[in-house]
């Protein structure tokens, strides 16, 4: 904003800066060359509804005081430190029409800080604009120049315009100008395709020009070129680019005292000023989320025009200054109105403070401003009452409607933890009554005499045998790990066994936690935790499943898994996330485990029979866990296998295969030993735990050497971060030709879903191969039924009228009944069937191929 005054007001941070050029005080005879810029610091003081001084400051310029001016001032973002700091461009006039420029930074301090300067031979006059550096942008003879503290120099646009309506700093996009510029005559005397242009028809046109990417966009987006000549100010509300297309929206006042909304380039709604001569747009978003239309007059005018209705909602005449801030700190924006003259010396002595709402401060002024009447305000107050109450009313039923809500949603909560607790204990869930509930049935009900036996029933339902181990917690980075080890001799499926932790604060809330569970299988051949070789298909089916052979299959594979179970340690492991346990003072928990025993008669498996036992509880609190109590301990002796099952229990497992075809693979273990730093595991040798200080310690190695030139390497490590540092060290000790190859280890919860999927399909598929045969057997029993039937009724007829005797009906009915058990024995033809057994055969073949990568993942 141009001006000739040596006051300026400006407003940050909800403050009011005042500044002002003075000349230095000095002594009789002597030439004062020194000129003061004063800044002082207003806020609102809401006791006294007057603005106070907070602070001031002053910077001293050398030059005299006719010879600095201030140019223009606004808030611009300091580009080292990325804050919006008040930016003051002075000017300051040299010999042989030679102008100085500098720019000026206030801190929150009330100093002044010089970051910029330049000289121009002229006077800048025209559209001159501050931005975020700060940078200066302004017009001279219809150029458009630019300076920051990037480029140190006054640099010039490649492009021609006549004025600047807006420019700004869009995100992604950089500081954005909107100008016009005339259209000139085509050098190629292409004058046809000129004339049918808009430009032509206008004589000039908008455009947009990015300084960033020094590139021209088109301004159709903005405003049609139709309002190029009749537009005096424009206001960017929103910018954005979306699939290589703006998207717009723009409010602009004109010569004929309209402010008009542009959608993406098209006008939407117009709204006719009170005043002439308007040449400034500000935004106000206040209170409610309303959004006001700030428009200044040349004649000291203002007028406010609301968004939604986009109609005059207040006006003001005599106005000095107009600023947009939050000057109440109420976190919504209002507006000030200075009002007074030129001459009064307290620029803030007339003033207004209103957001269209409830905030409205005056000072005592007498300013022309519309005011109804006192009827109309008592109506007015009349309505606004009955209005009030009617939303008062409405939102207290609407607040009892939500609080009924909350008390079923608690209900419901409530029922819902307890049905889970019983379900994970295996007790049967018992309703309430209707009674409990306040609910009328509506039908005649009948108590059902069993269900209270039945409830104490399940609550007393228990397998009193004890078979857990060992329990124990560990804490690894933010990671609770809780492990229960079982007795060896216990026969149990590994892929049906998990474990649940539930919290219980107090002896009537119990919540379940979220939890991740791990089976940790450690062999003295370490075969669980190594990666063999996988093959591509599973192994021919050799042995065909029928009556007589199923008990055998039983129990074959009954013998070899509890063979394989009793070579190894069992543990089972649930890892939860530690952080939100930690809001609690002292945490309790639960733990249960859940599993199925296989139940064996004769040496047969008849089947299993599932379990839920209390393993027992943990405590859990802070102090702990400051102490190093339940911390890993893997670099001294006393390291127990709980550690090295915590480490398991929270590391990604990789597996690689490595083939060197020259030399043999004995640098690995001199790897693992030297540079790692590894050491063997008491119980499995085979694993190594590595005890290199740094990120790389608690990874766990396992080599597995099949041939000299062959093995397999499975580490587990706690990021892949950990994986990389290691494979990078392994690279450098290996030959060039040796090959690393990653092994995928596909997850058991993957591949479970997998083959519930394809069991589905499978039994989709069967159930319209069925449907399809019956169709087509219907059909055909139907056709030859009916043929059937109208060849008797002819011959009945005959016999009604020839009085035969009673054996001929007899004969006829027994015709239906085998024509009936024929159509019970219909044979569908060969393509139905051959389609019928492709589709199965495709279906169980998946799902086959799904159990077998289960079995042995």
């Known amino acids: ?308 209705s986009f109609q005059v909602a207040a006006k003001w005449e005599k106005v000095k200054s107009v600023l947009v801030d939050d000057f109440m700190g109420t976190g919504t924006e209002q507006i000030l109105l200075v009002f007074g003259d030129r001459t009064n010396a307290d620029i803030l002595s007339s003033f207004r403070i209103t957001d269209f709402g409830e905030i409205n401060y005056s000072s005592e002024i007498s300013c022309k401003e519309d005011v109804p009447v006192t009827a109309e305000l008592q109506e007015n107050g009349s309505l606004t009452i009955q209005a009030l109450e009617a939303r008062l009313q409405a939102g207290y039923t609407s607040v009892q409607k939500l609080q009924q809500h909350l008390v079923l949603k608690e209900k419901v909560l409530f029922e819902s933890c307890r049905a889970l607790i019983n379900l994970v204990q295996e007790r049967e869930h018992v309703l309430p009554t209707a009674e409990e509930e306040g609910l009328v049935s509506l039908w005649d009900d009948t108590e059902n005499p069993f269900s209270s036996l039945n409830k104490e029933t399940a609550l007393g339902s228990e397998d009193p045998e004890q078979i857990i181990e060992n329990l124990w917690q560990r804490v690894v980075d933010d990671s609770l790990v809780i492990g229960v080890q079982i007795t060896e001799s216990l026969n149990l499926s590994l892929n049906d066994v998990s474990l649940s932790l539930v919290m219980d604060q107090d002896s009537t809330s119990f919540s379940p936690i979220r939890c991740q569970n791990k089976i940790v299988k450690l062999n003295k051949a370490f075969s669980a935790m190594s990666i063999s070789s996988c093959q591509i298909e599973p192994p021919t089916k050799k042995i065909k499943l029928d009556f007589h052979s199923k008990n055998y299959v039983k129990k074959e594979y009954h013998e070899r898994s509890c063979k394989v179970l009793a070579d190894g340690v069992k543990t089972f492991i649930a890892v939860t996330q530690l952080s939100p346990l930690l809001a609690f003072r002292n945490v309790h928990c639960a733990v249960l485990l859940h599993a199925k025993r296989r139940k064996h008669q004769d040496g047969v498996l008849q089947g299993n029979k599932k379990i839920t036992l209390m393993c027992g509880k943990i405590s859990l609190n802070l102090g702990d866990i400051s102490s190093g109590k339940y911390s890993i301990n893997l670099l001294n002796d006393n390291s127990t296998m709980e550690d090295v099952f915590a480490i398991l229990g929270v590391s990604l497992k990789f597996s690689f295969h490595i083939v060197s075809s020259e030399c043999t693979l004995t640098l690995v273990n001199m790897w693992l030993q030297e540079q790692m730093k590894c050491t063997s595991i008491k119980e499995c040798p085979e694993n190594m735990v590595c005890h290199k200080l740094g990120s790389l310690h608690g990874t766990v190695f396992n080599w597995n050497l099949k041939t000299p030139f062959k093995g397999n390497l499975t580490l587990f490590c706690r990021n892949k971060a950990v994986l990389f540092q290691c494979l990078h060290s392994l690279v450098n000790i290996l030959p060039p030709n040796c090959k690393i190859k990653y092994q995928r280890l596909e997850s058991k919860d993957i591949l479970a879903n997998q083959f519930v999927l394809a069991l589905e399909k499978e039994m989709v598929t069967l159930r319209e191969s069925f449907s399809a045969a019956e169709s087509e057997l219907g059909d055909n029993f139907i056709s030859r039924y009916e043929a059937g039937k109208m060849v008797n009724s002819v011959a009945v007829a005959s016999l009604l009228d020839n009085k035969q005797p009673v054996q001929q009906f007899r004969k006829e009915l027994q015709c239906d009944q085998k024509q009936s058990t024929l159509g019970m024995n219909q044979t569908v033809s060969g393509n139905l069937y051959r389609g019928i057994a492709l589709k199965m055969a495709e279906a169980q073949l998946n799902s086959d191929m799904i159990a077998w990568k289960l079995n042995n993942s």
């Open 1 to 308: 904003m141009l001006s000739d005054r040596q006051e300026q007001i400006l407003s940050y941070n909800g403050e009011v800066l005042i500044f002002h050029l003075s000349k230095a005080k000095c002594g009789e005879g002597t030439v004062n060359k020194t000129a003061r810029l004063h800044v002082r610091r207003m806020v609102f003081d809401s006791d006294t509804k007057l603005f106070v001084q907070k602070s001031s400051g002053l910077f001293s310029m050398h030059g005299g005081h006719l010879g600095i001016e201030m140019v223009c001032f606004s808030c611009t973002a300091d580009f080292r430190t990325g804050i919006n700091l008040p930016c003051i461009l002075m000017k300051k006039k040299g010999k042989n029409s030679v102008f100085k420029y500098f720019l000026l930074l206030l801190h929150n301090s009330n100093e002044f800080e010089p970051c910029l300067n330049f000289k121009l031979d002229y006077d800048l006059k025209e559209d001159i604009r501050l931005f975020t550096g700060p940078s200066v942008l302004w017009r001279h003879a219809q150029k458009l120049f630019y300076i920051s503290p990037t480029t140190c120099t006054v640099l010039s646009a490649p492009i021609h315009l006549s004025s600047i309506q807006w420019a700004g700093d869009i995100e992604n996009e950089g500081i954005i100008v909107l100008g016009v510029r005339t259209v000139c005559s085509p050098e190629g005397g292409n004058w046809q395709k000129l004339c049918s242009s808009d430009e032509a028809i206008w004589g000039s046109k908008f455009f947009g020009y990015s300084l960033e990417n020094q590139k021209i966009l088109n301004g159709t987006c903005f405003l049609p070129h139709a309002y190029s000549t009749v537009v005096s100010c424009v206001h960017v509300c929103k910018f954005n680019v979306l699939k290589s297309q703006f998207i717009t929206s723009v409010v602009a006042v004109t010569h004929k005292n309209q402010l008009i909304w542009f959608q993406d380039g098209l006008p939407k709604d117009v709204c006719q000023l009170p005043y002439e001569e308007p040449y400034l747009i500000q935004i106000a978003t206040t209170s409610g989320n309303n959004l006001f239309f700030i428009v200044s007059f040349a004649s000291g005018d203002v007028c406010a025009v609301w968004k939604d």
